[in-house]
């Protein structure tokens, strides 16, 4: 249980375009997810809480424009990268807490690897 | 602010050796404590937590971890380390109030045969 998926797992897009990743909490609903982004050989860092049926609240230094997070169900959340460039180059995970199970936990997707050309 | 410190960027154990990662935490209140395990291209694996009771949390995969308050510390310990144990360790402290995580930089845990 507590399966998260992300899709697509890897995209390669030219700068300017913009980028549609998803995640999903397949087996159980997700209130809260939670995206981050880590950059090569660090850490995560969170860029953005995503809450269902709400808007999503940013951490300090990430453009809500630039990142567009959509939560519009219990089992789906999407962060866009509009208008790419290749700073935006690294690798987004999302994670997703059980409504009903242990919220404590955060049970993470397989990430996804950005390459802005 | 809470943060994490994992002092450690490589951990390097022979194959059947105990194993030990650290981890020390700076919060108020009381900590939410977990550890995650990361392979190459891929997210976040959930190892085990701590919230109360129990100062030794027993984990996933023959992981444990010891809870010291006095401390602030947070360490990963298996007795016996496997090959396959080689990954990048996160050690992880949740914000009471955005109710996210604060990671450490992590730690990269090479077993050699």
């Known amino acids: 249980g507590a399966v998260v998926s992300q899709h697509p797992s890897r995209v390669i897009c030219k700068s300017g375009t913009s980028v549609k990743i998803e995640c999903r909490s397949l087996?159980?609903?997700?209130?809260?997810m939670f995206w981050y982004r880590q950059f090569p050989k660090q850490s995560l860092m969170l860029m953005a809480t995503?809450?269902?049926?709400?808007?999503?609240?940013?951490e300090q230094g990430v453009e809500k424009d630039k990142f567009l997070i959509n939560h519009a169900s219990l089992t789906l959340s999407t962060l866009t990268v509009t208008s790419a460039h290749p700073e935006d180059s690294s690798f987004y995970i999302c994670?997703?807490?059980?409504?009903?199970?242990?919220?404590?936990?955060?049970?993470f997707g397989p990430g996804t690897r950005l390459l802005v050309l | 602010a809470q943060s994490v410190a994992q002092p450690e960027d490589q951990v390097n154990v022979a194959e059947g050796n105990p194993l030990t990662v650290k981890c020390t935490y700076s919060?108020?209140?009381?900590?939410?404590l977990f550890w995650y395990v990361q392979y190459p291209n891929r997210g976040l694996q959930f190892l085990l937590k701590?919230?109360?009771?129990?100062?030794l949390v027993k984990g996933s995969y023959g992981f444990e971890a010891e809870f010291n308050k006095s401390q602030t510390s947070f360490h990963l310990k298996k007795p016996s380390a496997l090959v396959s144990d080689s990954a990048l360790y996160f050690c992880?402290?949740?914000?009471?109030?955005?109710?996210?995580?604060?990671f450490g930089s992590g730690t990269r845990l090479q077993v050699q045969p």
């Open positions: 994670s997703a807490r059980d409504r009903y199970r242990g919220q404590e936990t955060q049970y």
């Open positions: 087996d159980f609903q997700a209130t809260t």
């Open positions: 995503s809450n269902e049926g709400s808007k999503a609240t940013y």
């Open positions: 919060v108020s209140g009381n900590p939410y």
């Open positions: 701590y919230i109360t009771g129990d100062n």
């Open positions: 992880a402290v949740r914000d009471m109030g955005r109710r996210a995580l604060t």
